[in-house]
């Protein structure tokens, strides 16, 4: 176990609170890791955003060493997620692709275009990914765990947060009728404050949509690099 006298708490920070915060998978995965790499004088946990009854995002500042040197310790810790590129393969047609249009605070955009993500909360990232497809596509469209194939797992941020985000794809036959079913549907979990819209494109158009996050085109060149995928974008 560590030390005791290793982890502090900003006084804000309440005491039924603090146990919850130690006990959070992603504070474990990353405490453990630190005192395993990393000469550890202390942590300061300054803040706790909960989601819903769910320990979220955790501030944390780690007093920390390598090779005896000093390194920037500020970490935001939210664990990780999983997201995954649609290749909806309509016979006679150029392959699409589904995405979300939602409100983004921390970036202050309120229609930001992107792939379909997660966090884990806790589960694994297949049954992740389905959930979170059936909760932001629809439960209509019909993807099994035997659909998704993994391009890779990356960290987004690793200078500020912990999260890693295992990027999938899934080639799926459709009709001309889920196509249009999709495209332009209003989605969320409204428990979550979600309000998602979908937009159904050309694959092959999903570079140039403008500015968008990094697991949205690195899905895509990766996805396009891969010498065994069954349609070509154009």
């Not at 019909?142 to 391009?151: I, S």
């Not at 999903?206 to 990766?222: E, M």
Request: charged share 25%; glycine share 8%; net charge negative.
């Amino acid at each position: 176990m560590p030390d005791p006298d290793l982890i502090h708490f900003c006084p804000a920070i309440p005491v039924e609170l603090q146990g919850r915060v130690l006990s959070a998978p992603h504070f474990v995965r990353w405490r453990d890791g630190l005192l395993a790499r990393f000469d550890v004088r202390r942590i300061d946990v300054r803040d706790v955003v909960m989601f819903g009854t769910r320990v979220g995002f955790i501030l944390a500042v780690a007093d920390a060493y390598s090779d005896g040197r000093p390194v920037p310790g500020a970490a935001m810790l939210r664990g990780d997620s999983v997201s995954i590129l649609l290749v909806l393969q309509c016979p006679g047609e150029a392959p699409r692709t589904v995405l979300t249009r939602e409100a983004r605070i921390p970036i202050a955009r309120p229609d930001l275009l992107a792939l379909p993500a997660g966090m884990l909360d806790g589960g694994e990232f297949v049954s992740t990914a389905l959930r979170e497809l059936s909760e932001e596509v629809g439960a209509d469209l019909k993807v099994r765990q035997a659909d998704l194939v993994l391009l890779d797992t990356v960290w987004l941020s690793p200078g500020g947060t912990d999260e890693a985000i295992a990027l999938y794809y899934a080639e799926i036959p459709v009709s001309p009728e889920v196509l249009h079913a999709l495209d332009g549907r209003h989605t969320g979990l409204s428990s979550e404050h979600e309000n998602i819209h979908l937009h159904v494109l050309p694959l092959a158009d999903l570079p140039a949509i403008g500015r968008t996050d990094a697991k949205t085109l690195l899905s895509y060149h990766l996805y396009m690099a891969r010498g065994d995928r069954k349609d070509k974008a154009v």
